[in-house]
């Protein structure tokens, strides 16, 4: 009897304990559940933050502020002139670029230092005709071999503000600007606030060329682009620029049209005998035919090199080859004065430009007479 009285109490102990159990584990649940249900939103997740390692496609380019804040730069940027401007680009070896005429004529102006950790670039008392592109780019080194890292370039143009100079001024004060039929041309003129509105004109018959969008586009950071240039486009322009002062006018600039296409040199050479006795003296003219800005250099092998004492004279002019075409004549011209045997031979010319070298060939003999 007692036996039984004692699993009897032990079966009940059981069941209690099952039931208290189950009971714990609903009421974790019940709570877990209305954790997130709290508000019809979830919990919070916060993420760790990475460190700016300035990757790909963003700018390592930054502007630094009077209040020793930094201005990441994005495509443009308009700054008053007057105003110091310091920028800085992230890498412990930077390259630079600026408008060039800050290095044609050397500007005390402007300096560019490296540290550790970044490249500073200060441009004091800036003017209208600082308006340009500046860039920077991470140089990567491989022993002596060095090369610009694509991935870490960034670029910035900046507009140096001036109601006095709505155009970026320029040395040059009639600026010529061939037309080619296979590539847009670019009217150069440019202004010192991308809120300017500028139009193109022709000087002679005075009228508007009209900005339409795709045959003629504007750019203020380039100017008017030209798409698909014509013989129609030849003639002497200028651009007005109008903002809250009064109207400006532009630079002007002679369109002409090129008739000769790119490609390396058309040369041709020519004695001025064929045949010569000693003593004469004798000329060996070069001839290139090419497009108006591309500028050729000429080299020449001849008889009596290094042991006979010759001129050489080089020249260049621009022609107008019918219809309004331009065409340019650069020519070298080699005198051989007092002629001896030894100058009799082959004369050979080699003319260069920047698509490439032609080689033409010419003899003189020695005459009979």
Same mark, same amino acid.
């Given at each position: 009897?007692?036996?039984?009285?004692?699993?009897?109490?032990?079966?009940?102990?059981?069941?209690?304990?099952?039931?208290?159990?189950?009971?714990?584990?609903? #009421?974790?649940?019940?709570?877990?559940?209305?954790?997130?249900?709290?508000?019809?939103k979830r919990p919070k997740v916060r993420y760790t933050k990475l460190k700016d390692v300035g990757g790909r496609g963003q700018s390592i380019l930054?502007?630094?502020?009077?209040?020793?804040?930094?201005?990441?730069?994005?495509?443009?940027?308009?700054?008053?002139?007057?105003?110091?401007m310091e920028l800085r680009c992230k890498g412990s070896k930077i390259g630079w670029s600026y408008p060039t005429y800050l290095d044609t004529f050397?500007?005390?102006?402007?300096?560019?230092?490296?540290?550790?950790?970044?490249?500073?670039?200060?441009? @004091?008392?800036?003017?209208?005709?600082?308006?340009?592109?500046?860039? /920077?780019?991470?140089?990567?080194?491989?022993?002596?071999?060095?090369?610009?890292?694509?991935?870490?370039?960034?670029?910035?143009?900046?507009?140096?503000?001036?109601?006095?100079?709505?155009?970026?001024?320029?040395?040059?004060?009639?600026?010529?600007?061939?037309?080619?039929?296979?590539?847009?041309?670019?009217?150069?003129?440019?202004?010192?606030?991308?809120?300017?509105?500028?139009?193109?004109?022709?000087?002679?018959?005075?009228?508007?060329?009209?900005?339409?969008?795709?045959?003629?586009?504007?750019?203020?950071?380039?100017?008017?682009?030209?798409?698909?240039?014509?013989?129609?486009?030849?003639?002497v322009f200028y651009c007005k620029a109008v903002s809250k002062a009064s109207p400006q006018i532009s630079n002007k600039y002679q369109l002409l049209?090129?008739?000769?296409?790119?490609?390396?040199?058309?040369?041709?050479?020519?004695?001025?005998?064929?045949?010569?006795?000693?003593?004469?003296?004798?000329?060996?003219?070069? @001839?290139?035919?090419?497009?108006?800005?591309?500028?050729?250099?000429?080299?020449?092998?001849?008889?009596?090199?290094?042991? #006979?004492?010759?001129?050489?004279?080089?020249?260049? #002019?621009?022609?107008?080859?019918?219809?309004?075409?331009?065409? #340019?004549?650069?020519?070298?011209?080699?005198?051989?004065?007092?002629?001896?045997?030894?100058?009799?031979?082959?004369?050979? /010319?080699?003319?260069?430009?920047?698509?490439?070298?032609?080689?033409?060939?010419?003899?003189?003999?020695?005459?009979?007479?």
């Amino acid at each position: 009897m007692k036996l039984r009285l004692v699993l009897l109490t032990l079966a009940i102990l059981w069941v209690e304990l099952q039931h208290g159990a189950s009971q714990q584990v609903k #009421r974790r649940k019940e709570a877990g559940e209305k954790s997130i249900r709290s508000g019809g939103k979830r919990p919070k997740v916060r993420y760790t933050k990475l460190k700016d390692v300035g990757g790909r496609g963003q700018s390592i380019l930054t502007q630094v502020l009077a209040t020793g804040r930094f201005l990441r730069l994005g495509e443009n940027l308009s700054l008053t002139p007057g105003k110091n401007m310091e920028l800085r680009c992230k890498g412990s070896k930077i390259g630079w670029s600026y408008p060039t005429y800050l290095d044609t004529f050397n500007d005390s102006r402007l300096s560019v230092k490296q540290t550790d950790r970044y490249s500073q670039l200060i441009l @004091t008392s800036p003017s209208a005709a600082d308006t340009g592109s500046y860039s /920077c780019w991470v140089i990567l080194c491989d022993g002596s071999e060095c090369l610009k890292d694509p991935d870490h370039i960034s670029s910035t143009y900046i507009f140096f503000t001036d109601k006095d100079n709505l155009f970026v001024p320029s040395a040059i004060h009639f600026e010529i600007v061939y037309l080619r039929p296979d590539r847009p041309s670019v009217i150069p003129c440019r202004v010192t606030s991308p809120l300017a509105k500028v139009s193109l004109h022709r000087e002679v018959p005075p009228e508007e060329m009209e900005a339409n969008g795709t045959l003629v586009t504007y750019n203020p950071t380039k100017g008017f682009i030209l798409q698909m240039p014509s013989l129609e486009h030849q003639g002497v322009f200028y651009c007005k620029a109008v903002s809250k002062a009064s109207p400006q006018i532009s630079n002007k600039y002679q369109l002409l049209y090129v008739e000769v296409p790119s490609g390396p040199p058309y040369a041709t050479i020519e004695a001025s005998v064929s045949s010569a006795r000693g003593g004469d003296n004798i000329n060996i003219t070069c @001839t290139v035919l090419g497009e108006p800005d591309v500028d050729v250099s000429f080299t020449w092998t001849y008889p009596g090199q290094g042991q #006979r004492p010759v001129s050489v004279r080089d020249l260049w #002019r621009l022609v107008n080859r019918g219809m309004g075409h331009t065409t #340019r004549i650069s020519q070298s011209v080699m005198a051989v004065d007092d002629l001896e045997t030894i100058d009799i031979g082959k004369y050979i /010319c080699s003319a260069k430009n920047k698509n490439g070298q032609t080689t033409v060939v010419t003899s003189v003999s020695a005459s009979a007479n």
